[in-house]
């Protein structure tokens, strides 16, 4: 009965080890690489909001902004590359589409916005709704 029992422990930790090792191996997965969500930086500035999102692998053609009502939403999708050239022997590369949303902290100037691309980072800068900007007051001798 003892030899039974040893052998049932010795199976439960046996598989309680490949748990924990497949585990570590989605865990790398998910860091090594873009899970399909960028990671996004909201900040403000006294006259703008500034966006960052990391989009590695995506062009400039492959990314759409919007922006509505206070809401900022970025898209991307990017295709499977197919060359007619060569024979796929293994892909970890294929397509991927991602939308993200953030609400805005103040209004923005939609009008005035600009975006940039480089090195898979996307820079996202809106100005400030004129009635949003602080101002400065000034003091009158009485």
């Known amino acids: ?3 039974l029992w040893r052998n049932d422990l010795g199976s439960a930790l046996d598989l309680f080890d490949r748990m924990r090792r497949e585990m570590d191996r989605l865990s ?4 090594a690489g873009f899970t399909g969500m960028p990671r996004v930086t909201l900040a403000e500035k006294d006259d703008e909001i500034v966006v960052r ?3 590695p692998g995506f062009a ?6 919007s922006l509505d009502r206070g809401v900022l939403v970025i898209r991307g999708e990017r295709k499977k590359e197919e060359k007619e050239d060569r024979k796929v022997l293994h892909r970890e590369r294929g397509s ?30 809106l100005p400030k709704a004129e009635e949003e900007k602080p101002r ?3 003091v009158a001798s009485a």
């Open 1 to 3: 009965m003892l030899a």
């Open 28 to 31: 790398w997965d998910l860091d």
């Open 53 to 55: 999102a990391e989009v």
């Open 60 to 65: 400039q053609k492959d990314l759409e902004i």
């Open 96 to 125: 991927l589409a991602f939308s993200h949303s953030c609400t805005l902290p103040c209004k923005v100037d939609g009008a005035g916005a600009t975006a940039s691309l480089k090195d898979g980072v996307m820079e996202i800068r």
């Open 136 to 138: 400065r007051i000034a």
